[in-house]
């Protein structure tokens, strides 16, 4: 019976003493979770209200795409990387009010190939790939050789993109003639069209395959070139949107090149950055364009060869030879 | 007597050697000196431009290695070239001759001085004279302003130079002043080079056939010729002075290397004639097939009853 007694005294005191753990226990767990919910609350409450005044204060001007000026939250403002989509449609839609025209004076050209190899460096190019040609000229014995470099002629009645069956060759408002490799399909017709033989096809992987792999593909660069589609000379056309001469017209040191908007009637020479008016320049100087019979009226004007500075020297010729590994 | 044929020959001769070499700079602009001192920062800078503009074509100075041209760039360490004073290596640099480019809208003069700065590093018993400003401007101390105001019937664009201090402002004479008008990759020089006048006035004509934006506004600036002593001063204004711009886009017209909605009208109606013909005949092949099949059938219709009554006969035989 005291044993009994014993154990329910014992009892009981234990379930109590139980109970009473429990209560504690649950005091505990109920102050504990009321004293993080209050400072949750008040920190995200605090949180709010900062962020609530940075929204007033931490504005941010911005200039955007059609050259406004406005007003941003920081907190609103993402790193824009331009999708395909968006350099497709801007390389095909071109720079509004310009008209881009290259002139050539045949006169200054001495075969430096600072053009070329600015050229090749910019859009990946082989040694042996060319955008601008520089070939020798003689019309005939008895009268001198001279140097003519000879880019895409970006005519205002393209053959090249007449026979083209999928778009992928198209003209801009601008006056630039352009390849849109997404679209290309391997049939050539273009190279074949072209009474200037501008355009070269892509027979080997590009030189910089590996490092290009996840670079978007740009149409006014044509960077990444892709094996099996054609290249030919871009006018630079993304350089143009930056407000800088072509590649080729800046590398020259002799003076060859103006690059210019025949709607302003001026154009830039490369090296001596002189701006002339274009009107003039063509006619005090009897400019021409190349087999002007064709009427595929190039946007590329000649100056003749005439009083040259310096002797005619065709230099060596360099042999190349591709890097296996 | 027997000396005359050779006498004459080196006479002959004499202008033809000096032809190729003679380099003459006017005298006013051989004296000229850089406004600030040359020291390590402008040699480095100098070396960044020349490496830049000069070196293409003359090499690393005291190498010796300038690309074989005739007459040859030469090296600019060499006595040759040494021997110019800085005003006349400026103005080689400035205004170029024959292979050699003006580098005139390349460089600002500060930067040509630099460059000069750098060739003159390579000469060790070089000693140099800086050009102090404020004695050789003619307005000390004042505050050299430019202001533009377009007469719109003389087609002229008066550009007035002042020099204010603190007690009075005075006409800016007979200072070079030129004129330019903005395009897309540089400024381009609009009139000649005038100076300016007794109240400070210089006079400039803007062309008839100068094309502006579409509204026909060109935006010019006006600026010293000698920016070392009356200090890189500009002033820019729009004028309504050009010819409106309507060229527009070039893919406008309809043409066969344009894109699908802008082909020829021809081309887009001769393409849908033939289409529609082709799917036509296609379709009217369907319909008398179609045509076929109801005759057929009905044929077969009138024919069914004797070919039903044959397993029936069959049936009765078995």
């Known amino acids: ?325 | 007597m027997k000396y005359t044929v050779p006498v004459i020959m080196c006479l002959l001769l004499l202008p033809s050697l000096s032809k190729g070499q003679d380099w003459v700079v006017p005298e006013e602009r051989k004296g000229r000196l850089s406004t600030f001192p040359f020291t390590e920062e402008t040699r480095k800078e100098g070396e960044r431009l020349y490496n830049i503009n000069c070196l293409s074509c003359h090499g690393t100075p005291g190498k010796n290695n300038s690309i074989a041209l005739v007459p040859p760039p030469g090296d600019p360490a060499t006595e040759k070239i040494q021997r110019n004073s800085d005003g006349e290596i400026f103005h080689k640099v400035t205004v170029g001759r024959g292979q050699m480019p003006s580098f005139r809208s390349v460089m600002s003069a500060e930067e040509i001085w630099k460059t000069v700065s750098y060739i003159r590093s390579f000469n060790r018993d070089y000693v140099q004279r800086v050009m102090q400003i404020i004695t050789s401007s003619a307005y000390p101390g004042a505050q050299i302003s430019l202001s533009m105001a377009y007469l719109e019937a003389e087609r002229q664009v008066i550009v007035r130079a002042m020099a204010t201090d603190e007690e009075k402002s005075v006409p800016v004479t007979n200072a070079g002043v030129r004129l330019f008008a903005s395009r897309y990759f540089g400024a381009l020089a609009v009139d000649e080079e005038k100076l300016t006048d007794k109240n400070g006035v210089a006079a400039f004509v803007i062309p008839a056939g100068l094309p502006g934006d579409t509204a026909g506004n060109v935006s010019i600036s006006a600026r010293f010729t000698d920016e070392e002593v009356f200090g890189s001063v500009t002033r820019d204004t729009v004028i309504q002075a050009g010819l409106k711009n309507r060229a527009g886009s070039l893919v406008a017209q309809r043409a066969m290397w344009n894109s699908v909605r802008k082909a020829p009208l021809w081309v887009i109606l001769s393409y849908g004639i033939g289409v529609l013909a082709v799917w036509g005949f296609i379709l009217l092949v369907m319909l008398k097939l179609r045509d076929i099949y109801t005759v057929g059938s009905a044929l077969r219709g009138n024919l069914r009853p004797a070919s039903d009554q044959e397993p029936t006969n069959k049936q009765e035989a078995i």
């Open chain 1, 1 to 325: 019976m005291s044993k009994e007694k014993q154990g329910e005294d014992n009892g009981r005191p234990d379930l109590e003493k139980a109970v009473d753990n429990s209560r504690r226990d649950f005091l505990r767990k109920v102050t504990l979770a009321g004293a993080v919910t209050v400072t949750g609350g008040a920190a995200i409450y605090s949180g709010h209200r900062f962020e609530k005044a940075k929204h007033n204060e931490g504005m941010v001007r911005v200039l955007t795409e059609d050259n406004r000026l406005v007003e941003i939250p920081v907190e609103q403002m993402r790193d824009f990387k331009p999708d395909l989509k968006m350099l497709q449609t801007r390389g095909r839609e071109g720079i509004a009010g310009r008209r881009w025209v290259m002139v050539i004076d045949l006169s200054r050209c001495r075969n430096a190939r600072k053009c070329v190899e600015a050229c090749q460096s910019a859009h990946q190019l082989r040694p042996y790939e060319y955008h601008i040609n520089t070939l020798v000229m003689q019309e005939s014995v008895n009268t001198p050789a001279f140097f003519m470099p000879k880019p895409c002629q970006h005519c205002d009645n393209p053959p090249c993109v007449s026979v083209c069956p999928v778009d992928a060759t198209f003209k801009r408002q601008d006056g630039i003639v352009l390849i849109d490799n997404e679209r290309y399909l391997v049939c050539r017709l273009c190279i074949a069209a072209c009474p200037y033989s501008a355009r070269i096809f892509h027979w080997q992987e590009p030189t910089q395959a590996e490092a290009d792999k996840d670079k978007e593909y740009n149409v006014e660069l044509n960077v990444p070139q892709k094996k099996g589609t054609v290249t030919k000379c871009l006018f630079s056309a993304d350089r143009l949107r930056e407000g800088m001469l072509p590649y080729c017209v800046s590398a020259c040191p002799n003076g060859v090149f103006y690059f210019g908007d025949e709607n302003e009637d001026a154009v830039t020479n490369g090296t001596t950055k002189e701006t002339v008016r274009l009107s003039e320049l063509l006619e005090t100087s009897g400019a021409y364009r190349l087999m002007p019979e064709l009427g595929t009226k190039p946007r590329v004007y000649y100056l003749p060869p005439r009083n040259r500075i310096f002797e005619f020297e065709e230099g060596e010729k360099k042999e190349y030879k591709e890097d296996k590994a």
